[in-house]
T-cell receptor, first 114, second 111 residues
Framework: ETGVTQTPRHLVMGMTNKKSLKCEQHLGHNAMYWYKQSAKKPLELMFVYNFKEQTENNSVPSRFSPECPNSSHLFLHLHTLQPEDSALYLC?????????????FGSGTRLTVV | DAKTTQPPSMDCAEGRAANLPCNHSTISGNEYVYWYRQIHSQGPQYIIHGLKNNETNEMASLIITEDRKSSTLILPHATLRDTAVYYCIVRRNTNAGKSTFGDGTTLTVKP
C-alpha cells in the first residue's frame, strides 16, 4: 500500500451512467492530482488541487467533474462519458503543489465505458 | 519544463546492474531530474530525484552529468520485480503540477 487508496479498482459504466471515483490519502499531504492513462499513451495530468483549491484544469471536458472536500479526499465525478474515456485513472498526492519531493500514486481505477 | 528523451526499451540480466539513460539537453538551472517507475497495472512509484549532485537511496542511484544535460538511473542488482516502465521527468520544484510523463523506457529483467 502506498498510502493513497483509490476505489473502485475497476469500473464498467454505460455512456448514460453517472459514477464517481474516490481517492483518499493518509499521508498528511496537501496537494492531490488526477491523471489519465490511456492505452499506448503517456500519463496526462487532468486536475491539481492544492490545499483544497483547484489550481490546474488541463482542458478536461466538463463530463469530468472533480471535487476536493478536504485535503485527504479527492473525487472524480463522471457523467455521459464516451468509449474513448476508457482508461486507467490515477490519483496522486504530494506534500504540496510546490514540493521538492516526488508524488505518491494510488493503484488507479480501470474504467471501461461501454 | 524541459523535455526528456529515453530509449523505448532495454533488457537486463537478473542480478546485473541496469543503467537507464535519459537526455534532458534543454534543462534549466532550477529544474530537478526525477525518476519514477510503473509496474504493469499499478500507479507510478517515485524512485529518486536530484538537482546536480549524484544521489543514492535504497532503491537506486542517480548519476547526473556535470553539464546536467543527461542522467543515468542505476539499479545495482536488478531483479525480475524491477521489470517496469521507467520515467525520467524534469521539472521545477515550484511547478509540481506540471510534471509531464513521456513514454519512458520499458525495462525487462530476464532470468
Amino acid at each position: 500500500e502506498t498510502g493513497v487508496t483509490q476505489t473502485p479498482r475497476h469500473l464498467v459504466m454505460g455512456m448514460t451512467n453517472k459514477k464517481s471515483l474516490k481517492c483518499e490519502q493518509h499521508l498528511g499531504h496537501n496537494a492531490m492530482y488526477w491523471y489519465k492513462q490511456s492505452a499506448k499513451k503517456p500519463l496526462e495530468l487532468m486536475f491539481v488541487y492544492n490545499f483544497k483549491e483547484q489550481t490546474e484544469n488541463n482542458s478536461v471536458p466538463s463530463r469530468f467533474s472533480p471535487e476536493c472536500p478536504n485535503s485527504s479526499h479527492l473525487f472524480l465525478h463522471l457523467h455521459t462519458l464516451q468509449p474513448e474515456d476508457s482508461a486507467l485513472y490515477l490519483c496522486a498526492s504530494s506534500q504540496d503543489r510546490d514540493t521538492d519531493y516526488g508524488y505518491t500514486f494510488g493503484s488507479g481505477t480501470r474504467l471501461t465505458v461501454v | 519544463d524541459a523535455k526528456t528523451t529515453q530509449p523505448p526499451s532495454m533488457d537486463c540480466a537478473e542480478g546485473r546492474a541496469a543503467n537507464l539513460p535519459c537526455n534532458h539537453s534543454t534543462i534549466s538551472g532550477n529544474e530537478y531530474v526525477y525518476w519514477y517507475r510503473q509496474i504493469h497495472s499499478q500507479g507510478p512509484q517515485y524512485i529518486i530525484h536530484g538537482l546536480k549532485n549524484n544521489e543514492t537511496n535504497e532503491m537506486a542511484s542517480l548519476i547526473i552529468t556535470e553539464d546536467r544535460k543527461s542522467s543515468t538511473l542505476i539499479l545495482p542488482h536488478a531483479t525480475l520485480r524491477d521489470t517496469a516502465v521507467y520515467y525520467c521527468i524534469v521539472r521545477r520544484n515550484t511547478n509540481a503540477g506540471k510534471s509531464t510523463f513521456g513514454d519512458g523506457t520499458t525495462l525487462t529483467v530476464k532470468p
